[in-house]
């Protein structure tokens, strides 16, 4: 990372990448900015959480989008996972402790704007079809 004389921030260029991506997916890259690599996009009941990792490359989109109790039915929920994984080519269905979280992952090398927004825009749908209350 680069400082100027007015100390603003020179992004490296997949961190470029990622906001244009956003931006052209109708987000402020400013407002979305957590970090210098981290973004947070919160889009109705849930939030996605962008991370980009210089030193691998490795871009990362991940939400939550249930919580699992102890009255849940394992079996029914490792159905729509599977179903979830078979789906999206892109998106990964998965449970992490408590939580069920949908993930897309791509290299900085593969990253184009195009193909950024609408690999986000499924993610954001995705996340919006597997909400607790649409799979229940």
Same mark, same amino acid.
């Given at each position: ?17 990622? !906001? ?10 400013? =407002?979305? =900015? ?19 990792? !210089? ?14 109790? &102890? ?11 599977? =179903?979830?994984?078979?789906? &999206? ?39 919006? !079809? &597997?909400? =607790?209350?649409?799979?229940?």
């Amino acid at each position: 990372m680069k400082h100027t004389k007015e100390m603003k921030w020179d992004p490296p260029l997949p961190s470029v990448t990622i !906001e244009e991506v956003l931006r052209a997916a109708g987000f402020s890259p400013e =407002r979305c =900015r957590t970090g210098i690599n981290n973004w947070q996009i919160d889009s109705g009941d849930f939030s996605i959480y962008i991370e980009y990792h !210089e030193d691998s490359g490795m871009i990362s989109a991940d939400t939550v989008v249930d919580s699992i109790g &102890y009255e849940d039915d394992l079996l029914a929920l490792s159905n729509i996972l599977l =179903r979830a994984n078979e789906k &999206y080519t892109s998106i990964t269905a998965s449970i992490l402790g408590k939580e069920v979280i949908l993930s897309l992952i791509i290299y900085d090398v593969f990253l184009q704007i195009d193909t950024g927004k609408v690999k986000l825009e499924e993610l954001i749908r995705a996340a919006g !079809e &597997y909400k =607790r209350n649409n799979i229940k």
